[in-house]
């Protein structure tokens, strides 16, 4: 009763195991070589896989598993930032508190956003979630400066209080830490021409990842799942039937806000300052997106599409004009020109575009994300291989109401 | 009271901007059944229309003036603007100078066809898709939109001034019977209300006085039937998306001298044209407009000095920003369907 099924508990150690081996597996390609730019393998963008790992799987119970499309939950990303800030100047530069008073925020705050949000369901509820979001970017951007130090964003400084760590008297800025773990200490392993990096900010990032995941698991087998699919698939029989289903959304709205707010203060965690940019509406975009891209309602899909998108976005932006000539130099000047000129648009500072339209093409052609496209070959190689692939079950994310 | 009056017409013409795109909003909303995310790019659109035309006709013919020379003696390269050229200097100049609201009449075909084309080449593909699968496209849209604008444009605000007759600000007090000086107010603010004025009517009338929008509003109301009757109700349907996108068009046109376009300008008005919406009334196209016009007057009274000294008498911070979201919140707890909307609409 209170074990997972088999293929549950594959899926959570293949999880477990690309996250442990993360510092290899995206490091392949030898240092100095042309290929060393795809290498992904460093801590800051290792970092941000896990943390938008951990952001995408708290916003798939919200929308994979209701239905309900949230524009805003950036806000609690970014309340759940400023929160652990805080902790960390008034407190202990320790994340332990910063991320217990990050998640208690968030949450808190998405109890009150989502009980009155939750009052319309449809349209209307992503059109308040995204006035919220808004409105939390006004507050923190302008209105509520003493708190959130408005456009320059809350930093640590000097002479904070840091009750718990006694004074400091480095002269420096104290680092965040894990009990005497420092969060930015790399240890590096140079084996051949490779070098592959392990960062402890990295492993307790992939340490909560995997917390999340495996409560994810939990509530996608649980009742309270089935419930929240329940509303999804058609919400006013369940109403019909006698159950009142707000408290249920309610409550996968405030796990997921939850959930974003573990986010922010890693993020913070990572690097401690906090800015109201984070909790602009393309944030929010981009947190539906990674959803989507992987595949809404899997329980796989929300972290690759996270380390898709936040993959290719650092690659991307890192290609300019004079990458791209190099890369096309075998061609006739004319032609690579032409060429480069065109792809100029995609790349660099226009990675947003590419987003823009990646995202378009998902929703267009590809509803159920990565997974369905996955699901779609295997089932394409197996009926060529002779199986009939009529009995495979059709389990093809069907896109949310 | 002259204080209230001005801040009345403060409200106004933010208020316009906010009735024309929530108009739209609610015009495609009712007939289509779409919520367009992309609308905040039409008007951000609309702008760079203004924007292009006033670049268009400066362009200038670079030509050698032998009787100018420079310190060094070479000869001067003088540019003259080609209308100045085929219609004289004068009449020349005058075009260059009314570019804004000439570019009214570039962006009405431009808006339409881009209207046209959003809904015929994506937007008909997603009725039948869940209304998750609309907002997501409609907001990949919004954001290709933009960065296509950044691309071309650059990402800093173009500064597009209004004619010169318009540019100084009108004594508004004494028409009135108040005293001079009381309730100054720029020109070209008033023009817009009063231009949105004349497009919400015009939108009204369409929809009330022709055929056509009788058919619209019995489509908006039973589309099925009206389809049984032999009518292509479809094919009008596309044709108000188009006016829906030419609105918003016209609306970013005349709000260039007001505020410099810039590239995100359309997603800061389209969430609060949301909000307006919400608070007006899903489908209700009347709600739209009073909604929009009251929250920009709700907006601009926050943002008087006595209210926020108000606020700091209490401790508080000042809510000029937050208004309208707050505002919007009370409305949603004691009128869940927003002041205007009607049962069944959006019930889900």
């Not at chain 1, 209170?2 to 996250?19: E, G, R, Y």
């Not at chain 1, 006004?138 to 708190?147: E, G, H, Q, R």
């Not at chain 2, 009518?231 to 609306?251: C, H, S």
Request: proline residues 4%.
């Amino acid at each position: 009763m209170n074990t997972l099924s088999k293929s549950d508990k594959m899926t959570f150690f293949i999880v477990a195991a690309i996250s442990l081996l993360a510092p290899f597996i995206l490091n392949p390609f030898p240092e100095g070589s042309a290929m060393a730019q795809f290498n992904a393998g460093y801590p800051d963008l290792m970092q941000r896989f896990a943390i938008f790992g951990i952001l995408a799987i708290g916003f798939n119970i919200l929308f994979g598993l209701t239905g309900y499309l949230s524009f805003g939950h950036a806000a609690f990303l970014g309340v759940g930032s400023y929160s652990a800030v805080w902790m960390f100047k008034l407190l202990s530069m320790n994340i332990i508190p910063g991320l217990i008073l990050a998640v208690i925020i968030a949450g808190l705050f998405s109890l009150l956003i989502g009980f009155v949000s939750l009052r319309r369901s449809g349209i209307y509820f992503s059109i308040l979630t995204l006035a919220f979001a808004q409105m939390s970017f006004s507050l923190a951007y302008s209105v509520l400066t003493p708190i959130t130090n408005g456009e320059t964003g809350l930093q640590l400084t000097l002479d904070d209080p840091r009750i718990l760590d006694g004074a400091n008297t480095t002269g420096n800025l104290p680092v965040t830490g894990l009990f005497g773990l420092e969060m930015r200490d790399t240890f590096s392993l140079d084996i051949g021409a490779w070098a592959f990096q392990f960062n402890i900010g990295y492993y307790v990032c992939a340490a909560f990842l995997l917390l999340s995941f495996y409560i994810s698991i939990r509530i996608f087998r649980s009742p309270f799942g089935l419930m929240l699919r329940a509303i999804k698939t058609n919400q006013t029989r369940l109403n019909y039937t006698g159950l009142n289903s707000r408290p249920y959304t309610l409550a996968a709205f405030v796990i997921s806000g939850m959930y974003a707010g573990l986010a922010g203060g890693l993020m913070a965690s990572m690097d401690p300052l906090a800015g109201a940019e984070r909790m602009q509406w393309t944030a929010s975009g981009e947190i539906v997106l990674m959803t989507i891209l992987g595949g809404t309602g899997t329980l796989l899909g929300p972290v690759l599409g996270a380390g898709f998108i936040k993959y290719f976005e650092n690659i991307f932006s890192k290609i300019n004009d004079t990458v791209l000539h190099t890369w096309f130099s075998f061609m006739p000047d004319g032609l690579e020109n032409a060429i480069v000129w065109v792809l100029h648009f995609f790349v660099g500072k226009g990675w947003h575009l590419t987003l823009g339209l990646l995202f378009m093409m998902i929703v267009i052609f590809l509803p159920g994300g990565l997974m369905e496209g996955a699901e779609r070959i295997i089932k394409r190689f197996r009926a060529k291989k002779g199986g009939d692939s009529d009995t495979t079950p059709d389990t093809a994310t069907k896109p949310a109401e | 009271m002259d204080a209230i009056l001005l801040q009345i017409l403060n409200g106004l013409d933010k208020g316009s901007a906010y009735a024309l795109i929530a108009l739209g909003l609610t015009l495609i909303f009712g007939t289509l059944g779409v919520v367009n995310f992309a609308h905040g790019a039409l008007f951000m659109l609309g702008s760079f229309c203004a924007v292009t035309l006033s670049k268009i006709l400066v362009i200038s013919k670079v030509t050698i003036d032998p009787e100018k020379v420079d310190f060094l003696g070479n000869p001067l390269k003088v540019k003259t603007p080609y209308v100045m050229e085929w219609f004289g200097e004068s009449a020349g100049s005058t075009i260059i100078d009314w570019s804004v609201p000439l570019a009214i009449l570039f962006a009405i075909p431009v808006m339409l066809l881009v209207g046209y084309i959003m809904e015929r080449g994506l937007i008909k593909h997603f009725y039948k898709r869940p209304h998750a699968d609309q907002i997501l496209v409609t907001f990949g849209l919004a954001i290709v939109i933009q960065e296509i604008v950044k691309a071309a444009f650059g990402a800093n605000p173009i500064p597009t001034p209004a004619p010169d007759v318009f540019r100084g600000s009108y004594d508004f007090g004494v028409l009135i019977g108040m005293e001079a000086n009381a309730v100054i107010y720029p020109f070209w603010r008033l023009i817009y209300f009063g231009f949105s004025a004349t497009i919400i009517a015009a939108v009204f009338a369409f929809l009330q006085f022709t055929t056509f929008g009788m058919v619209v509003r019995a489509g908006m109301a039973d589309r099925e039937t009206v389809g049984l009757l032999g009518i292509n109700i479809d094919k009008r349907f596309t044709f108000m998306f188009g006016i829906a996108a030419a609105v918003a068009g016209l609306a970013g046109v005349m709000y260039t001298p007001i505020n410099s376009p810039n590239y995100h300008m359309g997603m800061d008005f389209l969430v609060l044209s949301f909000v307006v919406v919400v608070v007006g009334g899903m489908g209700s196209l009347p709600g739209a407009v009073l909604a929009g016009f009251l929250l920009g007057i709700l907006e601009s009274f926050a943002s008087m000095n006595e209210v926020k000294g108000f606020f700091e008498a209490l401790y508080l911070p000042s809510i000029d920003q937050i208004i309208i979201y707050l505002v919007a919140i009370i409305v949603l707890l004691t009128r869940p369907r927003g002041l205007m909307g009607r049962a069944g609409v959006m019930e889900d």
